[in-house]
């Protein structure tokens, strides 16, 4: 009897860890779950969203594995994101904390704000006014102009994306930048709370991503929680849910 006790707690213990092992292999070359809370991404991503991130869509770097050793430098089956895309990557100035913007700038383009409008390659990107909308996120909510904006095409999307976005108004300090000339290597995000949204508009703080850092495209809301009430007040819960964003897919 002993040895049978024995040889059910080995058994155990393997299944805990091939469990284990196919969990990190499914979170290195699948699907990644990530939570991240800053409002710099309202009204696509509400802070309390829980998502699913691709990871093969962009290929492999060192990021994509567990605490990103050092073992081999740029992309295994590297691939452009295309413009429009919502990425999550590694902020490069510690190549650790977890960031996720919308990829507005790819290799060799040039990306300027003017009056609080966006250009891509020296052209207008459209928007289209579609009404007011209060943002609840970091601080107090606010009320804020929604737009409707039409990214231009890339390899990925060639037809070019929509998507919207907020401002406060057109005269905030990063409505008006230099022109922004996208390196070899690396691409340029911003949020869609464009005036809430520290991104590669502040070069000394983000600044240009490489290819490297990104971590996954962005794909499914998997869980959306508002956490407004105390976490012991259990019989809220259900209240608390985001039922119309579970499993919503991310544009």
């Known amino acids: 009897m002993a040895k049978r006790a024995s040889g059910g707690l080995v058994e155990n213990v393997k299944t805990i860890i091939y469990a284990g092992l196919i969990a990190i292999a499914i979170r290195t070359v699948a699907f990644e779950p990530f939570?991240?809370?800053?409002?710099?991404?309202i009204p696509t991503l509400l802070v309390g969203d829980y998502l699913f991130v691709s990871k093969f869509s962009y290929g492999y770097s060192r990021f994509s594995l567990p605490l990103s050793p050092p073992l081999f430098s740029g992309r295994i089956f590297g691939r452009?994101?295309?413009?429009?895309?919502?990425?999550?990557?590694?902020?490069p100035r510690d190549n650790s904390t977890d960031y996720i913007k919308r990829i507005i700038g790819l290799p060799g383009d040039t990306v300027q704000m003017k009056g609080g409008q966006l250009y891509v390659n020296g052209q207008r990107v459209p928007r289209r006014d579609a009404g007011e909308y209060t943002a609840e996120g970091d601080g107090p909510p606010m009320r804020l102009k929604r737009y409707t904006e039409d990214l231009p095409g890339s390899a990925g999307h060639p037809e070019g994306r929509q998507h919207s976005i907020l401002k406060a108004d057109d005269n905030q300090p990063l409505d008006n930048t230099q022109e922004f000339k996208?390196?070899?290597?690396?691409?340029?995000?911003?949020?869609?709370n464009r005036d809430n949204s520290l991104d590669s508009r502040v070069l000394d703080?983000?600044?240009f991503i490489p290819l490297e850092n990104l971590v996954g495209r962005a794909e499914i809301i998997f869980f959306s929680w508002n956490g407004t009430a105390p976490w012991w007040e259990f019989w809220e819960w259900p209240s608390e849910i985001r039922w119309?964003?579970?499993f919503k897919p991310i544009n």
């Not at 939570?35 to 991404?41: A, F, R």
Request: charge should be neutral; aromatic fraction near 8%; avoid cysteine.
């Open 205 to 207: 703080a983000v600044g």
């Open 35 to 41: 939570n991240i809370p800053p409002g710099s991404m």
């Open 182 to 192: 996208v390196p070899e290597g690396y691409v340029f995000a911003m949020g869609d």
């Open 80 to 91: 452009l994101p295309a413009r429009g895309d919502v990425a999550v990557f590694k902020l």
């Open 244 to 246: 119309s964003r579970l």
